[in-house]
């Protein structure tokens, strides 16, 4: 296989998603076939480029004849830092090559059930047909390995090095539980190992063509959240919120950092809403009823819908077979398979 081979597929990778004009081949400064090996040096037009050139470029090469391993190594960009009133902004946010829509779950307190809605709108999505990941960006505490029966299960890479989701239930599904030595492994990061670690794990992973990759952030506004904000592109943010008056007051500081950070808030999900009696088949709103809607309706936000407190829900949760799918009849999922159907025609109409 001829070099011309390599810089003639790398003319047809389309960077212009992840927000790069230039075409990569133009940034090949080296290039090496050895044994089964191909060895490329790149200088990126500038830094912070080089997982998601990294991603497309193997993306290309990996088809051509006789490749085994692609090396991708990468030299500062020489290009002159321009004068600081012309800066570019810190960090530009990218675009997830393969994934058309990403859409975040947070709120400000924690326990309110942002992992329960993350997992099961996930799989309620799937249910509705479209090809939909789920990404674990509770670095901090990771549930989506319990609540997926994915607990102890360990992630591989390609010989590319890029993380393979597993795949569960019909969705594919990363955590940072998945690489830790042990679940009780307490996750201490330094802030820099966090930002590369979130990073790594959207633009560095296999994951395909998604409609949807629905992400499960830890509680509160802390760094994840902002560095999210900072680096990728996402769809929107929904926040979940319990019609309790410290949830609540907690959520309206989620919604602030939302807009502060230019993340489009597309709604509340307003969980343990209420509580059906078995006995009576009574709905009794034991955290009060009209809290949220009057919260939502103050910061001009829609409710996307409402879960009822169900102790199935919770127990289901903890063996790992999420309710959409072991109880697909059940009131709650019929509950998350409203809130994908408000989510999806959200998005259509925003777009
Ligand atoms: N509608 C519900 N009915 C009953 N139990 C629920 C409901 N929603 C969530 N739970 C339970 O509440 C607990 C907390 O839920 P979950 O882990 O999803 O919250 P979280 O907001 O992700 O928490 P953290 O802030 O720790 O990440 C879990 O035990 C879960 O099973
Ligand atoms: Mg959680």
Redesign the pocket.
């Known amino acids: 296989m001829s070099i011309k081979e390599v810089i003639d597929a790398l003319k047809n990778v389309d960077l212009r998603e992840a927000g790069i004009n230039q075409n990569v081949a133009k940034m090949v400064k080296d290039a090496k076939f050895t044994g089964g090996t191909l060895t490329l040096v790149i200088e990126p037009p500038r830094e912070g480029l080089e997982d998601v050139i990294r991603v497309k470029v193997v993306e290309a090469l990996e088809k051509l004849p006789d490749v085994k391993n692609v090396d991708v190594k990468f030299v500062k960009p020489k290009a002159q830092q321009p004068p600081p009133q012309f800066q570019q902004p810190m960090f530009t946010r990218k675009k997830v090559p393969g994934v058309k829509h990403i859409v975040a ?1 947070g ?1 400000g ?11 099961n709108l996930a799989l309620a999505l799937s249910r509705l047909g479209y090809k939909v990941g789920l990404l674990d960006a ?1 670095v901090y ?1 990771p ?1 989506v390995p319990t ?1 997926m029966g994915l607990k102890g299960e360990r992630v591989n890479v390609d010989q590319f090095q890029r993380l393979i989701p597993l795949e569960k239930y019909g969705i594919k599904v990363l955590s940072i539980g998945f690489m830790l030595p042990s679940e009780d492994t307490p996750v201490i990061w330094r802030g820099p190992m966090l930002m590369k670690a979130l990073t790594e794990f959207l633009f560095s992973t296999k994951w395909g063509d998604l409609d949807y990759l629905i992400m ?5 506004t802390g760094d994840v959240q902002i560095t999210l904000a900072q680096n990728v592109q996402l769809d929107g943010a929904l926040v ?1 919120t ?1 019609p309790q008056d410290v949830a609540l007051s907690d959520v309206k500081k989620a919604v602030t950092m939302f807009k502060e950070v230019n993340i489009p808030v597309l709604g509340v999900v307003e ?3 209420y509580f059906i009696c078995p006995s009576d088949g009574q709905k009794y709103y034991i955290f009060g009823k009209g809290k949220v809607a009057q919260f939502a309706s103050n910061y001009g936000l829609k409710i996307l819908g409402s ?12 063996e790992g077979k999420p309710v959409v799918v072991s109880e697909p009849d059940s009131e ?1 999922s019929k509950a998350f398979m409203g809130i994908a159907k408000v989510l999806t025609e959200t998005l259509q109409k925003k777009n």
């Open positions: 779950v709120s307190k924690g326990g309110v059930g942002k992992s329960t809605v993350a997992t509770d505490g549930s609540l499960d952030l830890p509680p509160g979940v319990t969980n343990m809403a879960i009822p407190i169900d102790p199935d829900l919770a127990q289901r949760s903890d709650v």
